[in-house]
């Protein structure tokens, strides 16, 4: 399968899934869901929905291809390639009618994180990357990703989902690097990777991530010139105690800090 | 001054300043800027342009009408109508490349707030209200904002800019809020008001808000059918320390543990 293919298919992907998705958003079946408890749940409805589309559509084309799915789990996952799917990302910002989450759309390739797109259907952007490229196309333009110099943590804006998803010895450790850090940002979900990989933050640190949290995000991550891996430095597509930084630099100095 | 003629003008306003400020948002402009330290602000450069552009479209059109705007002060306030404009509401997202941040626009009549528009041009969509009713127009579609009903604490979405905006005794009484809730969001800025006008969440409580803060924001809540007001229950156009609700008898019970 060559990349073009797969960037092809990604986006046909992240076409279905988008149209499942968008009916499920700022609806008053969302906004009223918490009052009809054990009933009718509209984001999971929305994300399982939006997984079995695409799905279906890599066994029509690719029934070869493994598939591991936030809500459906995994099936021929040992095969050479398989995508990782994460049909919302960021289900919080979703209850809440903010268009911070995104659909995560990853291949891997033996095990190795090969292409991975985010899509934002109700703004209408694509982050996207194989590893080494990563690009964007939006309601405004669209264009290459290209990661932001910053050479010491005193200038980096770093960014986690939120401290609670720490364990006890993690937030710890966290905290030792968010004191020395420029300035934080929380709740961001995959945007922050999306926005280290264009430039506009220079460190994401996370935990207790799956692997499709990540998979996706690596390749785009990679191809604008940044580096991630989990907290011990090794590669992150198993999820875990993720950390990410715009400049290699920056990494190798906050990998020290995280691994003591 | 009608209220179609208000709602026409707003929208010529809002449309005039995303001109202006899109081009400064998510460019390497902004993402380096922090290596600058001391030349171009990009943000400030957006805000300024902006509230520039609104305020020469004011006095062309109405040069009796008062304007008040974040960057350049107060001219003719005293005036019966006058215009609120907070051209960048939300500056942190801005600069992290995130589209949260709003152009805020809001219209006080003698004092009041009558109108005002959230305006989030790279998304496309707008939010507005005159106090009766509230109304929104985005890139899937238009229609009404209706709050949504949360009669008690327990069940209610609360959210914050962020709790470094409060003082110390502030912050103890919005702990104790917030302990009650069933949860809490963080960094919204102008988007958590809409979103609470918009039925997704149920109260907002910030601190040392200035007036063109919250004035526009004040005719969208109370027009999907939401009550703001400050801690202490006055009027909220003077900003300070406010509470906004989307269910009265919410905004009631919160009042009362504010106020103590």
Known sequence: MS??????????LATASGRVILPFFRTALVAENKALPGSFDPVTEADRAAERVMRQLIAERYPEHGIVGEEFGAERSEAELCWVLDPIDG???????LPLWGTLIGLLRSGRAAYGMMHQPFIGERFFGDGTRAGYRGPHGSGELRTRPCASLAEATLSTTSPAMFSEAELATFLRVEKQARLTRYGYDCYAYCMLAAGHLDLVIEAGLKP???VALTPIIEGAGGVVTTWTGDRPERGGAIVAAGDPRLHATVLEMLAR
């Not at 990349?3 to 046909?12: C, N, P, Q, T």
């Not at 289900?91 to 009618?97: D, I, N, Q």
């Open 3 to 12: 990349l073009v293919d797969v960037s092809a298919f990604a986006d046909e």
């Open 212 to 214: 499709y949290d990540i």
């Open 91 to 97: 289900t919080r910002a979703f209850m809440s009618g």
